[in-house]
């Protein structure tokens, strides 16, 4: 299970240049809490030999087949209430807008070649469910997912204080396919209440990982790192937004402001060539495999 996770301070609402249509409520802290990460693993979480393991696999299953070079990926969209609904219609909408400039390089590297199209929203009043989706995953996954291995479940509801969300990998569909999508927290979302945590970029990130990218800080300073040629080695995982970091003694900064590190939304801002590519062989092996 991959996750980006943080401490959450709701008193500290930083406003950005987004549409801001979250209905907060009564949602507070009591401090303005730092940023804090953690790496522990969680559960279904990729194992270190993963990496070699799937780019092998791409390898021998892309054998003279060529990915899609354009991929666009149906979205349906469960939001979880307590009663109160958190997220409304609009607020869903800039989240997928996010999606689409993020993946579109307009914020920063590459155009990926990905985009999302908003095909449903549900609404599911579970309390349960709201609260805890990570414990109570099976049972909300069973009930409310949708469509096959191409198609993007993203549930959005509330996390734990250490943890802004959670997504399963393309090559983990074969073996639970009712378990595939993205778990966000509402506060993520574009004008959230969740303070360097607002531009909706937590979706961005757990996204990623649903189209087959690993942390750029995977595996550490050891090959083959997260897999991908030009994002650089990275010993540990960015922490807020610092000016400059190089961890290994490799070549290459660490890419601090790629989405699949972890530092602050500001910082964040780019895809390389090699992880666009990796998305759409991914995409071929694993989410669109009637041809290979």
Same mark, same amino acid.
């Given at each position: 299970m991959?996750?980006?996770?943080t ?8 406003? /950005?240049?987004?549409a ?5 409520g009564?949602?507070?802290a009591d401090?303005? &809490? ?6 522990t693993p969680?559960?279904r979480?990729?194992?270190?030999? #993963?990496?070699?393991?799937?780019m &092998?696999?791409? #390898?021998?299953?892309?054998a %003279?087949?060529?990915?899609p070079?354009?991929i666009?990926?149906?979205?349906r969209?469960?939001v979880?209430?307590? *009663?109160v609904?958190?997220?409304s ?8 807008a996010?999606?689409?400039?993020a ?5 920063g %590297?590459?155009?990926?070649g /990905?985009?999302?199209? $908003?095909?449903?929203?549900? /609404?599911k009043?579970?309390?349960? +469910?709201?609260?805890d989706?990570l414990?109570?995953?099976?049972a909300?996954?069973?009930? $409310? ?20 969300g959670f997504?399963?990998?393309? !090559?983990w !569909? &074969?073996?639970?396919?009712?378990? #595939?999508?993205? /778990?966000?927290?509402?506060?993520? $979302? ?6 360097? !945590?607002?531009?909706?970029?937590? *979706?961005?990130? =757990?996204?990623?990982? +649903? ?11 050891? =090959? ?9 080695? =990275?010993?540990k995982?960015?922490?807020?937004c610092p ?6 003694? $490799?070549? *290459?900064?660490?890419?601090?402001r790629?989405?699949?590190d !972890?530092a602050?939304?500001?910082? @964040? &801002? =780019? ?10 062989? @991914?995409?071929?092996?694993?989410r ?5």
């Amino acid at each position: 299970m991959a996750r980006r996770a943080t401490a959450v301070s709701l008193a500290c609402l930083l406003t /950005v240049g987004i549409a801001p249509p979250l209905q907060l409520g009564a949602a507070r802290a009591d401090v303005c &809490a730092g940023s804090l990460r953690t790496t522990t693993p969680g559960p279904r979480s990729p194992k270190p030999g #993963d990496v070699a393991k799937v780019m &092998a696999e791409i #390898d021998r299953r892309l054998a %003279g087949v060529k990915p899609p070079t354009k991929i666009t990926v149906p979205t349906r969209v469960h939001v979880l209430t307590r *009663g109160v609904r958190k997220v409304s219609d609009q607020a869903v909408k800039s989240q997928i807008a996010v999606l689409n400039s993020a993946y579109g390089g307009a914020f920063g %590297g590459v155009d990926t070649g /990905v985009r999302f199209r $908003l095909d449903s929203i549900s /609404v599911k009043d579970n309390a349960a +469910w709201f609260a805890d989706p990570l414990g109570h995953e099976q049972a909300m996954k069973n009930a $409310l997912h949708k469509g096959g291995a191409g198609t993007l479940n993203l549930y959005i509801a509330q996390l734990s204080e250490l943890m802004l969300g959670f997504a399963s990998y393309p !090559y983990w !569909y &074969a073996d639970a396919p009712l378990l #595939d999508g993205v /778990v966000i927290d509402w506060r993520s $979302l574009p004008g959230g209440a969740m303070t360097n !945590y607002n531009r909706g970029f937590t *979706g961005v990130h =757990e996204i990623g990982h +649903w189209l087959g990218l690993f942390h750029t800080f995977e595996n550490g300073c050891q =090959e083959p790192g997260d897999g991908i040629a030009d994002t650089p080695a =990275e010993a540990k995982p960015t922490e807020a937004c610092p000016a400059q970091k190089d961890t290994c003694a $490799l070549p *290459g900064q660490d890419p601090m402001r790629n989405f699949m590190d !972890y530092a602050h939304d500001r910082c @964040m &801002a =780019e895809f390389t060539q090699g992880q666009a590519e990796r998305m759409h062989q @991914m995409w071929k092996v694993y989410r669109h495999t009637s041809d290979i």
